[in-house]
């Protein structure tokens, strides 16, 4: 028989009817998901799923983050599960790909940090996470806009050498506009953000594969957002970037509160696997 450990998603306040939720959705490796009770009489539980062992070893692991396939069937699956349970209530969400060795060691980790989940299920109680980004969008054509300045600058008397370069200085002088105006629209979110969000988190940009669409991503924030705040906030933050050329502004969600459920202190049994390369954020394309 394959051994099995315990794959954890979630902590959460337990209502009446999850376990209703929770049919038909698969969990990590197909497998299903159940809850564990914090305790007789508790108010939290966990949802974990079994899975095999051997894929969630630290040497098969890491071999495992290093295939963008793998890595994103298992973040729509865990995903999927903390949507699933987050339209019924309030979740906080576990780092990807986080593991104990059984049951029992899930319950121990909700029974040792059951006031600082308590305390954190009630401040995000009513919250959803939103994502913003902003890029500086590639100027059309650049090449082409270099060449015909280059041809502009020969009929008005420059060498070849000189008007080449003058080509590439206002080329420059294009992209640090951009830049500017980059600034100038996280400086109008930011303010949004402080009227009307609960919290605001930093991520590090997003580049190589994990950068979607055109453009240099240069702000990957996340804001905690009252549901009532959320279509104001919204619009704002879409309009933020109306007047600025060179800049987009996408606005993704809403999420279960990933970037605002800070993990137990180590007081709690440490969980026996969970990677520091693992994103612990939802992923920008929900399945």
Known sequence: ????????????????????????????????????????????????????????????????????????????????????????????????????????RVEAMLRAEADEFSRTLRRLAGHLEWGVKIYVEPQPDTQATGASSAVAGTADGLSPGRAYLRARRSQRHSRDESYRAARQAAERVEAIGRALAAGHARHRVQ???????????????????????????????????????????????????????????????APDHAPDRAPDRAPDRAP
């Open 1 to 104: 028989m394959t051994e099995r450990v315990a794959y954890a998603y979630a902590v959460l306040r337990a209502v009446e009817g999850l376990g209703t939720v929770l049919e038909g959705v698969e969990g990590v490796a197909g497998a299903p998901v159940r809850l564990l009770p914090e305790g007789s009489g508790g108010a939290l539980a966990a949802a974990v799923s079994s899975v095999p062992a051997r894929d969630f070893e630290e040497d098969a692991l890491r071999r495992h983050l290093e295939d963008l396939d793998w890595l994103e069937a298992v973040a729509r699956a865990h995903h999927g599960v903390i949507e699933a349970l987050g339209a019924r209530t309030t979740v906080l969400p576990m780092r990807l790909a986080t593991v104990y060795l059984d049951d029992g």
């Open 207 to 269: 580049q190589g594969e994990l950068a979607a669409g055109a453009g240099e991503n240069v702000v990957n924030d996340a804001y905690l957002l009252s549901r009532d705040a959320a279509a104001e906030f919204r619009t704002r933050v879409l309009d933020a970037g109306q007047d600025l050329p060179g800049v987009r502004i996408d606005v993704t969600g809403p999420w279960a509160p990933y970037s605002f459920a800070a993990p137990p202190d180590a007081r709690s049994p």
